[in-house]
């Protein structure tokens, strides 16, 4: 068994910083990615950040605020938010993908955390 669980949410006003935690545990092979995704009220799922061993991507609209980091002996990764806006308010999913030690397909999800960003 792989779970995947995430910390660090919580309510922060505009212009602050939040950072979020995930990790990975269970029979694990290896993980080869990790990403946070967010789903804010009425609206589809959307990547934010991704990290693999060949670098990291970002949303447009996080470029520059928030950074993705990886501690792979952990399988944990972290997403430091700063500047925080309004629009950043959502929830936030950790997304794990790599193999379990039977070489099981691992794709799992947190149960999200909420982020709430106020005037």
Known sequence: QVHVVESGGGLVQAGGSLTLSCAASGTIFSISAMGWYRQAPGKQRELVAAITAGGSTYADSVKGRFSISRDNAENTVYLQMNSLKPEDT??????????SKDLQIIDLWGQGTQVTVSL
Do not use: H, R
Request: charged share 0%; hydrophobic share 30%.
């Open 90 to 99: 959502a929830v936030y999913y950790c997304n794990a993908g790599g193999y």
